[in-house]
């Protein structure tokens, strides 16, 4: 049976007890596992539609769970602040808890639906983008949770595409593949060819520097006129009606929004105001 040291000699040794998680929040804790638990599930669905690819409704099912799961991942950070209940046990817990959502769940989404559409000279290369994916999923989640702090500061620009929003632009890039396959079925076959371009590109700007702003710090936080309001109600109707296509419209116009303003700053820069020879002798800064 092993001794165990005491704690005169653990301090001599220099190892420190584990400190004991006695109290959390209990709240935004129960929203973040709303978001796990999103995820697992459509996992499940995606694990049916894979045993029987003729039920399209199923893989349908779970892009709408991995939207769904938005909604806990957006909630539970603002109602920790809100409360002031922010730790760094609810911080770890939203973040393993997107790895299975906007990170897996995706990536076996991405998997599911294009693995019947390629020959096997190609099927190994859809499977390594796939897993690239969810390790860019990963590597994204870890940076975030080391640089990010629990200020409002750190909570208006993202450096990175943040995974909700790649998982966003997978999940709703299925919902037109699925429904336009009886009445378009040229056009479904297309986005599935391109869903592993998609998780690539998605991928990288993941783990990139691309800076992208937080969409609802913007638009909700503050004062707004009170015709605001119409137009995010106008919005929400749009989505209701066209919500197939215009999830996918806005998820892809948001990831495509950082390389456009990253480019547009490189093209646009305004070059450095060059000093003339022997300005500094005329302005008497001579060292």
Same mark, same amino acid.
């Given at each position: 049976? %092993?001794?165990?040291?005491?704690p005169e000699?653990?301090?001599?040794?220099g190892?420190?007890?584990?400190?004991?998680?006695?109290t959390?929040?209990?709240?935004?804790?129960l929203?973040?596992?709303?978001?796990?638990v999103?995820?697992?599930?459509?996992?499940?669905?995606?694990?049916q539609?894979m045993a029987?690819p003729?039920a @399209?409704r199923i893989?349908?099912?779970?892009?709408?769970?991995?939207l769904?799961?938005?909604?806990?991942?957006?909630l539970?950070g603002?109602v920790?602040?809100l409360?002031?209940t922010?730790?760094?046990?609810?911080a770890?817990l939203d973040?393993?808890?997107?790895l299975?959502?906007?990170g897996?769940?995706p990536?076996f989404?991405?998997?599911?639906?294009s693995?019947?559409?390629?020959a096997e000279?190609?099927?190994?290369p859809?499977q390594a983008?796939?897993?690239l994916y969810?390790?860019c999923?990963?590597i994204r989640?870890a940076?975030f949770t080391?640089?990010?702090?629990?200020? @409002?500061?750190?909570h208006r620009?993202f450096a990175?595409?943040p995974?909700?929003a790649a998982?966003?632009?997978?999940?709703?890039?299925v919902?037109?593949a699925?429904?336009?396959g009886?009445? %378009?079925p040229?056009?479904?076959?297309?986005?599935?060819?391109?869903l592993?371009?998609?998780?690539l590109? /998605?991928g990288?700007?993941?783990?990139?520097?691309v800076?992208y702003?937080h969409?609802?710090n913007?638009?909700?936080?503050?004062?707004?006129?009170f015709?605001?309001l119409?137009?995010?109600?106008?919005?929400?109707?749009l989505?209701?009606?066209f919500? @197939?296509?215009?999830?996918?419209i806005?998820f892809?116009g948001?990831a495509? /929004?950082?390389?456009l303003?990253?480019?547009?700053?490189?093209i646009?820069?305004?070059?450095a105001?060059s000093?003339?020879?022997?300005?500094? @002798?005329?302005h008497g800064n001579?060292?």
């Amino acid at each position: 049976m %092993a001794r165990q040291s005491s704690p005169e000699q653990s301090k001599r040794w220099g190892f420190r007890r584990p400190r004991r998680l006695k109290t959390i929040a209990l709240l935004p804790t129960l929203i973040t596992l709303g978001n796990g638990v999103c995820g697992v599930v459509a996992i499940f669905y995606i694990g049916q539609y894979m045993a029987d690819p003729a039920a @399209e409704r199923i893989a349908q099912r779970a892009a709408w769970l991995i939207l769904a799961a938005m909604v806990f991942d957006a909630l539970d950070g603002f109602v920790a602040r809100l409360t002031r209940t922010t730790s760094s046990f609810g911080a770890q817990l939203d973040s393993l808890c997107d790895l299975i959502t906007f990170g897996v769940a995706p990536a076996f989404l991405t998997y599911a639906m294009s693995r019947n559409l390629v020959a096997e000279p190609w099927a190994r290369p859809v499977q390594a983008v796939c897993v690239l994916y969810a390790m860019c999923a990963l590597i994204r989640l870890a940076r975030f949770t080391v640089e990010t702090t629990p200020d @409002e500061s750190s909570h208006r620009e993202f450096a990175g595409l943040p995974s909700p929003a790649a998982a966003g632009v997978m999940a709703s890039a299925v919902l037109p593949a699925v429904t336009l396959g009886k009445f %378009a079925p040229g056009l479904a076959e297309a986005i599935r060819h391109a869903l592993p371009g998609l998780a690539l590109a /998605t991928g990288i700007l993941m783990v990139s520097r691309v800076k992208y702003a937080h969409v609802v710090n913007r638009v909700l936080k503050g004062r707004r006129p009170f015709v605001t309001l119409i137009e995010i109600a106008l919005v929400i109707a749009l989505f209701f009606l066209f919500r @197939e296509f215009a999830f996918f419209i806005a998820f892809f116009g948001y990831a495509i /929004t950082g390389p456009l303003f990253w480019l547009k700053k490189r093209i646009f820069r305004k070059p450095a105001a060059s000093v003339a020879p022997g300005s500094e @002798e005329r302005h008497g800064n001579v060292g």
